[in-house]
């Protein structure tokens, strides 16, 4: 299956405080991860022109006028001729075997549930085909028309992280994932 994976890693991270982008081995990490599970066309989305340097490989700036995420995820399918997988830079708790398992039961595309039962639609496979909803108005509404894939023992490798209270909320996962003194540093 061709498939192009964009990481989303254009915002500000104002709640965080910190770039998500570059904590717990960054983009770096989730683009080894992605290499490691065969999928090698991978867009870093980064946002201004002055963020194109902090990430390697293929790196795309918004361009302008586009006003939200929506907007930017429709534009980039748009650019490119396979599905697509998002991925946000937040991913901090993302491993290989959850991308395989989103892959392999969303093969029409879908959008992840998290351990709550939330949908997560920056973690959406979205199918070569797909017809953007017209006037969407947010991320959620742009993918609504895409299934719930339930994640069963993947589930928690779909949760987001927007303040240092997200991060102490999963710490005991992070310390597992990434070591004590990867946290101890990103915190």
Known sequence: MALTVFILAGGKSLRMRKDKGLMFGGVGRLKGMLEACGLHDVIVL??????SILFQGKVWPDPPALEGVHHLIEWACGQVETSC???????FLMEEEAIQYLLSQSQD???PLDLDGRRQPLFAHIPKDYEFP???SSVSHLLQPLPSIQMEMFASAFTN???AEDLQDHQQKLLTLHGEHVLLQSM
């Open 46 to 51: 980064c946002g201004s022109d002055d963020r």
């Open 161 to 163: 992280f927007n303040s």
């Open 134 to 136: 017209l006037g969407s």
């Open 85 to 91: 997988l998002l991925l946000p830079c937040d991913a």
């Open 109 to 111: 595309g879908g959008v």
